[in-house]
Structure formats: structure tokens, C-alpha cells
């Protein structure tokens, strides 16, 4: 196990930074709990990062890449059993197990306290305790959490550097009475029949065990900003989502945001990234934020969003200059890699980079590749951490702690039926019926059956806190504190023709999509009435330049009442097993779809 920095201080509680009684108290108690041999107080400065960083990798935790072509850039390797979020083992420890609901894993508070503590006891001897304080948003924010995480895994202080405005930012936002998450994490042995990641909102409390990889050990991400968040935000009168944030602004200077919700494979980050096509010149794109939403009512009656994160945790395989450039910039520098390919002079690489595949190189487990290789150089589910201010089209609002109006919603999904490229719901209560019920086909690269659907609430199925009929009823509620609330749309790119292949080209050139939707926004373009949302006449999105002719887009645009009808009936598997707690609007308005087929 790594051993501890030997010029770290000891721990003394009148030496920490923080005012704060409760929380050096529970400090002193999960220090007697753990057992370290020192623990080290997060003061997020410079000279930390380069102490830290230098400790990993003298311990063999990180690898320095080359530092002229990726200057600031570290690779590390998790162990093969540790390389994605792990929905079994992931629990939400409420009194009672309707709380939770059925789409969670669910245990009793006290049950679940007394195992991962018995898991805890002892478990960082050898080890140092380091105490990382955050923030999830920005100074300032009536919508910014301060969290503290308690972690034995450098990697985990480096990264939640990057991910989060970590330190003395968060030490001054706490005050000496301020409330904040607890957060508490141990590598163990990384056994993954001891790995456990539990949230237990009534107490605003994480712990996470037995892992290293970022979705279940970097505490701000998932399991503050979206399963804790969920649940503060519904006693709070707000919304924590997992939605990308872009702004749009016009030729003329008019700017638009709007938030966005896709399951995984769906293109969420190249759409909260997109560069506009040449057609489009002197349109803008800017990236508020690439995964997490933050919203809240404001007081002229609009709903207010914030990326509270500041870094993106993205997935690498398939991101490339034509992909997203945006993306591979922003990884360019002061970012780590983990699980990618590692090249002889000091590179990363990964399937669908640009350019041909090294001669050469160690895999995401350190075993020699070549292209002859059978198995894939970087895990499918590799990532890279990188600072938001690396983005080239980074929005200058993007630390506004105020946020930016928000005037549309996009759900989306990957259906290569079925599901229209873009279309209206007809109010707020329907558009949070088509949340509701957005779904996408598996890939190759999930588990189940090719082109299986699979129903993903507002992609909020795993990362909700609590029951999610009471998460939908929450939606509901929103409308009344909303005088302006944003339209609501969903979209498509996945619709495939009668050849099978893609009848829309993705990208960049949803760009057009977007310029619609931003048109009804903004009362600009007609739609006509459809029994699933208002839709677009073909003449109404511009494919000036593209190779898509009309039929195609036409195509792309067309709706097939008969697999409509069979869409329905597939929405009874989610249904039926929230029933008991579903909204009666959300029955309705499954009523009124069937009647208007």
C-alpha cells in the first residue's frame, strides 16, 4: 500500500484551517475510526499540487507523460477490477425503504453505518488521512454546497482538485458554522466484495469503500451534485440534474442557453462542446457546463442553472478533432488520464484518435499492444480529468454565481426507430411526461441484448436520491414556481433509414436542430401539431450544405403510428413498477398520447 508523505504534518486539531467545531470533531472521531498514521489538511495552494503530484508519482501512482506534448498531463492505471461506476453496490440508506424507491438499492441507515464502519476500523494504517474540502458551485452561489472528504487516495485529492474549487475557497465559504457534506473514503484492498457507495440523504453523508475509480470516490461528483443534490433540492425548492449547460448566441449577439439530458452513448459532451458548422458562421457555441445541472427559480420567474463542477470527467475512446475538438483541447494540459493506452515516448492513446494507431504501446493494464492486438489499448470506460478553463469555448458566464436563464430543455435519446430527430412537447407537464419516458437502445458495449430499450428517467435513473415517483412529483411542482419556464424538447440523432444506416449526420451539424429549437424559444419559426409534440416542416431546419437531402430529413422527421402504439406499451415496464407512487398527471398524460393515437 502507498505509504504516506513524510512531509505532510501530523494531525493537531488547534493546527487545522477551520474554525469549525463539528466538523474537527468528526474529523478526530474518523480518525480514531481509520487509524492513520497522520492526517493532512487540504490547503488546495499550488506548491500542495506540486508536493502531492510528486508523491504519486514517486509511489508509483501516477506516471509523468511527456511534458512537452501534454505539459501538466499524468496517466494512471486503476486496478482491472475498478474501472466504472458500480450500480450493485451503490445504496441509498433512508429510514424506510420507500423513501428510496424502487429503482434503488436500498439499506437501513443503522445497518448500513455499522458494516461500512466495521469495513473502516483500522483500514488507513500505513496510510495518511487527507482532508479535502470543496465546493460544488461557485463563492457566492445560493445554490453552492460545501463538502468535506475524507480520503486515503492522493489520486482522489488530485482529481477532486481539478473537478472541484477545492481548499481555502471552501474553508472560507464554511465559515465556523456552516453546513456541509460529509464525506468519507477508503481504498481498502479494492476488493470489490467489499466495495460499497453509500449515500444517506436524511443525514447529508457519503461513504464510499473498497473502490478507487472516479464515479464512486470523487464524493462531489455523482454522489453530492446529483444523488444528495436530487434530494436537497426537493426540500430546498430547487433541481439538481444530470444535463449538460450551452449557450447559443446569434450573429447579432443574442444569447440562449438551455440544458440538455442524454443517457450514456448519446453525444452529451460533443453537444455541450459543438462547434457550429461553416453554414453557421458567426454563430457561437459556449459550454457552461458538460454533465451536471444546478437549477433554480429566479426572481423574474425564469428557472436559473449553474454547473456546479470545474473540471469535465470525460470518457476517451471515439474523441478526436472531428468528434469533438473542443474536447481534446481542453485535455491538451493539467490533466490526468486513467486507463488509456500509454505510448514508448511519453503519449496517451486510445481507439479513435486521430491518426493511425501506435506501432507499439502498454495498454490500460501495462501488457504490450500493437495493432494486432485482440483486445482494445484504453479501456472502453477510460477517462480524462481536466480543468473547464482549458475549454476554448468555455462561457464567460460559466462562473456567474447567479447562473443563465435557462429557456429550453432537451431530453434525447438513441432510437433507431420510432423517435422523431426533434420535436415539442405541447406544455410542461407533457415535457415532463417525455422525460419521463425517454429511453435508448443498448450498444455493443452494454450489457443485455443489441438495440435492447431501456427507459432512463430524465437520464437521472441512477443518480436519484430518492423515490422517483416523488422525483417526478417534484418536476411537477416546479411549474408553479416558474412564471417563464423553459420550453421543452426532445431530439434524436440516432434515426436510422430503411438501409440501416444514420439518416442525420450528428455532430457539428446539430447545430440546425438547435437553431430551431432556439427559434420556437423565441416565437420565430411555425411547428404543426402532431399527436407526440409539435414538430418541424422539413423547409423549416436548414441543411443548406449538408449531403442529407430532403426524403432523408423528411424521413428523419416522420412519425409511424403503429410503432408509436408499441412504444406505449413499452413504457409499462418503469410504469407499472413506480405505480404505486406515480404522479397521476404522468397517467394522464399516457392517456391522452394513446387517445391521440
Given at each position: 500500500?502507498?505509504?504516506?508523505?513524510?512531509?505532510?504534518?501530523?494531525?493537531?486539531?488547534?493546527?487545522?484551517?477551520?474554525?469549525?467545531?463539528?466538523?474537527?470533531?468528526?474529523?478526530?472521531?474518523?480518525?480514531?475510526?481509520?487509524?492513520?498514521?497522520?492526517?493532512?489538511?487540504?490547503?488546495?495552494?499550488?506548491?500542495?499540487?506540486?508536493?502531492?503530484?510528486?508523491?504519486?508519482?514517486?509511489?508509483?501512482?501516477?506516471?509523468?507523460?511527456?511534458?512537452?506534448?501534454?505539459?501538466?498531463?499524468?496517466?494512471?492505471?486503476?486496478?482491472?477490477?475498478?474501472?466504472?461506476?458500480?450500480?450493485?453496490?451503490?445504496?441509498?440508506?433512508?429510514?424506510?425503504?420507500?423513501?428510496?424507491?424502487?429503482?434503488?438499492?436500498?439499506?437501513?441507515?443503522?445497518?448500513?453505518?455499522?458494516?461500512?464502519?466495521?469495513?473502516?476500523?483500522?483500514?488507513?494504517?500505513?496510510?495518511?488521512?487527507?482532508?479535502?474540502?470543496?465546493?460544488?458551485?461557485?463563492?457566492?452561489?445560493?445554490?453552492?454546497?460545501?463538502?468535506?472528504?475524507?480520503?486515503?487516495?492522493?489520486?482522489?485529492?488530485?482529481?477532486?482538485?481539478?473537478?472541484?474549487?477545492?481548499?481555502?475557497?471552501?474553508?472560507?465559504?464554511?465559515?465556523?458554522?456552516?453546513?456541509?457534506?460529509?464525506?468519507?473514503?477508503?481504498?481498502?484492498?479494492?476488493?470489490?466484495?467489499?466495495?460499497?457507495?453509500?449515500?444517506?440523504?436524511?443525514?447529508?453523508?457519503?461513504?464510499?469503500?473498497?473502490?478507487?475509480?472516479?464515479?464512486?470516490?470523487?464524493?462531489?461528483?455523482?454522489?453530492?451534485?446529483?444523488?444528495?443534490?436530487?434530494?436537497?433540492?426537493?426540500?430546498?425548492?430547487?433541481?439538481?440534474?444530470?444535463?449538460?449547460?450551452?449557450?447559443?448566441?446569434?450573429?447579432?449577439?443574442?444569447?440562449?442557453?438551455?440544458?440538455?439530458?442524454?443517457?450514456?452513448?448519446?453525444?452529451?459532451?460533443?453537444?455541450?462542446?459543438?462547434?457550429?458548422?461553416?453554414?453557421?458562421?458567426?454563430?457561437?457555441?459556449?459550454?457552461?457546463?458538460?454533465?451536471?445541472?444546478?437549477?433554480?427559480?429566479?426572481p423574474d420567474g425564469r428557472l436559473y442553472a449553474i454547473n456546479p463542477e470545474a473540471g469535465y470527467f470525460g470518457v476517451v475512446p471515439g474523441t478526436n478533432f472531428k468528434s469533438n475538438p473542443n474536447a481534446m483541447i481542453s485535455m491538451s494540459k493539467d490533466t490526468i488520464y486513467t486507463n488509456v493506452a500509454l505510448t514508448p515516448d511519453g503519449d496517451v492513446w486510445w481507439e479513435g484518435k486521430d491518426g493511425e494507431?501506435?506501432?507499439?504501446?502498454?495498454?490500460?493494464?501495462?501488457?504490450?499492444?500493437?495493432?494486432?492486438?485482440?483486445?482494445?489499448?484504453?479501456?472502453?470506460?477510460?477517462?480524462?480529468?481536466?480543468?473547464?478553463?482549458?475549454?476554448?469555448?468555455?462561457?464567460?458566464?460559466?462562473?456567474?454565481?447567479?447562473?443563465?436563464?435557462?429557456?429550453?430543455?432537451?431530453?434525447?435519446?438513441?432510437?433507431?426507430?420510432?423517435?422523431?430527430?426533434?420535436?415539442?412537447?405541447?406544455?410542461?407537464?407533457?415535457?415532463?411526461?417525455?422525460?419521463?419516458?425517454?429511453?435508448?437502445?443498448?450498444?455493443?458495449?452494454?450489457?443485455?441484448?443489441?438495440?435492447?430499450?431501456?427507459?432512463?428517467?430524465?437520464?437521472?435513473?441512477?443518480?436519484?436520491?430518492?423515490?422517483?415517483?416523488?422525483?417526478?412529483?417534484?418536476?411537477?411542482?416546479?411549474?408553479?414556481?416558474?412564471?417563464?419556464?423553459?420550453?421543452?424538447?426532445?431530439?434524436?440523432?440516432?434515426?436510422?433509414?430503411?438501409?440501416?444506416?444514420?439518416?442525420?449526420?450528428?455532430?457539428?451539424?446539430?447545430?440546425?436542430?438547435?437553431?430551431?429549437?432556439?427559434?420556437?424559444?423565441?416565437?420565430?419559426v411555425p411547428a404543426y401539431e402532431t399527436p407526440v409534440g409539435w414538430m418541424p416542416e422539413p423547409e423549416d431546419i436548414d441543411i443548406t450544405g449538408l449531403e442529407v437531402n430532403v426524403a432523408e430529413l423528411t424521413e428523419a422527421l416522420s412519425l409511424d403510428v403503429e410503432e408509436w402504439k408499441r412504444e406505449v406499451l413499452l413504457q409499462d415496464e418503469l410504469f407499472f413498477k413506480l405505480y404505486a407512487d406515480l404522479?397521476?398527471?404522468?397517467?394522464?398524460?399516457?392517456?391522452?398520447?394513446?387517445?391521440?393515437?
Amino acid at each position: 500500500m502507498p505509504l504516506p508523505p513524510a512531509s505532510v504534518p501530523s494531525f493537531v486539531p488547534d493546527a487545522s484551517p477551520t474554525r469549525h467545531a463539528d466538523l474537527r470533531a468528526w474529523v478526530e472521531e474518523m480518525r480514531d475510526l481509520c487509524q492513520p498514521d497522520q492526517v493532512y489538511w487540504c490547503d488546495g495552494s499550488e506548491r500542495e499540487r506540486e508536493q502531492l503530484t510528486q508523491e504519486a508519482v514517486d509511489q508509483g501512482i501516477l506516471i509523468r507523460l511527456n511534458q512537452e506534448k501534454l505539459p501538466g498531463c499524468y496517466y494512471h492505471r486503476s486496478n482491472p477490477n475498478d474501472v466504472a461506476r458500480v450500480e450493485d453496490c451503490t445504496f441509498i440508506c433512508t429510514r424506510t425503504p420507500d423513501a428510496a424507491g424502487p429503482t434503488n438499492h436500498w439499506m437501513a441507515p443503522a445497518a448500513m453505518y455499522e458494516k461500512l464502519y466495521d469495513l473502516c476500523r483500522g483500514a488507513m494504517k500505513g496510510r495518511t488521512m487527507y482532508v479535502v474540502p470543496y465546493l460544488m458551485g461557485m463563492p457566492g452561489s445560493p445554490l453552492t454546497k460545501v463538502g468535506v472528504e475524507l480520503t486515503d487516495s492522493i489520486y482522489v485529492v488530485l482529481s477532486m482538485r481539478i473537478m472541484t474549487r477545492m481548499g481555502q475557497v471552501a474553508w472560507d465559504e464554511l465559515g465556523a458554522n456552516g453546513k456541509f457534506t460529509k464525506g468519507l473514503h477508503s481504498m481498502l484492498d479494492l476488493n470489490p466484495e467489499r466495495r460499497f457507495i453509500a449515500h444517506f440523504p436524511q443525514d447529508n453523508t457519503i461513504i464510499s469503500v473498497g473502490s478507487n475509480y472516479g464515479g464512486n470516490v470523487l464524493l462531489g461528483k455523482k454522489c453530492l451534485a446529483l444523488r444528495l443534490g436530487s434530494y436537497l433540492g426537493r426540500i430546498e425548492g430547487w433541481m439538481a440534474e444530470h444535463m449538460l449547460i450551452l449557450g447559443v448566441e446569434s450573429p447579432t449577439g443574442e444569447k440562449n442557453y438551455v440544458a440538455a439530458a442524454f443517457p450514456s452513448a448519446c453525444g452529451k459532451t460533443n453537444f455541450a462542446m459543438l462547434i457550429p458548422p461553416k453554414q453557421f458562421a458567426g454563430w457561437k457555441i459556449t459550454t457552461v457546463g458538460d454533465d451536471i445541472a444546478w437549477m433554480r427559480p429566479g426572481p423574474d420567474g425564469r428557472l436559473y442553472a449553474i454547473n456546479p463542477e470545474a473540471g469535465y470527467f470525460g470518457v476517451v475512446p471515439g474523441t478526436n478533432f472531428k468528434s469533438n475538438p473542443n474536447a481534446m483541447i481542453s485535455m491538451s494540459k493539467d490533466t490526468i488520464y486513467t486507463n488509456v493506452a500509454l505510448t514508448p515516448d511519453g503519449d496517451v492513446w486510445w481507439e479513435g484518435k486521430d491518426g493511425e494507431p501506435p506501432a507499439e504501446c502498454l495498454d490500460w493494464q501495462g501488457r504490450p499492444w500493437t495493432p494486432a492486438s485482440k483486445e482494445k489499448a484504453a479501456h472502453p470506460n477510460s477517462r480524462f480529468a481536466a480543468p473547464m478553463q482549458n475549454n476554448p469555448a468555455l462561457a464567460p458566464e460559466a462562473n456567474d454565481p447567479n447562473g443563465v436563464p435557462i429557456s429550453a430543455l432537451i431530453f434525447g435519446g438513441r432510437r433507431a426507430t420510432t423517435l422523431p430527430l426533434v420535436f415539442q412537447a405541447f406544455n410542461w407537464i407533457h415535457g415532463v411526461y417525455v422525460g419521463a419516458t425517454m429511453a435508448s437502445e443498448t450498444t455493443a458495449a452494454a450489457t443485455g441484448g443489441v438495440g435492447q430499450v431501456r427507459r432512463d428517467p430524465m437520464a437521472m435513473l441512477p443518480f436519484c436520491g430518492y423515490n422517483m415517483g416523488d422525483y417526478f412529483r417534484h418536476w411537477l411542482r416546479m411549474r408553479k414556481l416558474l412564471k417563464r419556464p423553459p420550453k421543452v424538447f426532445h431530439v434524436n440523432w440516432f434515426r436510422k433509414g430503411k438501409d440501416g444506416k444514420f439518416l442525420w449526420p450528428g455532430y457539428g451539424e446539430n447545430m440546425r436542430v438547435l437553431k430551431w429549437i432556439v427559434d420556437r424559444c423565441r416565437g420565430r419559426v411555425p411547428a404543426y401539431e402532431t399527436p407526440v409534440g409539435w414538430m418541424p416542416e422539413p423547409e423549416d431546419i436548414d441543411i443548406t450544405g449538408l449531403e442529407v437531402n430532403v426524403a432523408e430529413l423528411t424521413e428523419a422527421l416522420s412519425l409511424d403510428v403503429e410503432e408509436w402504439k408499441r412504444e406505449v406499451l413499452l413504457q409499462d415496464e418503469l410504469f407499472f413498477k413506480l405505480y404505486a407512487d406515480l404522479p397521476k398527471e404522468l397517467i394522464f398524460q399516457r392517456e391522452l398520447l394513446i387517445s391521440r393515437l
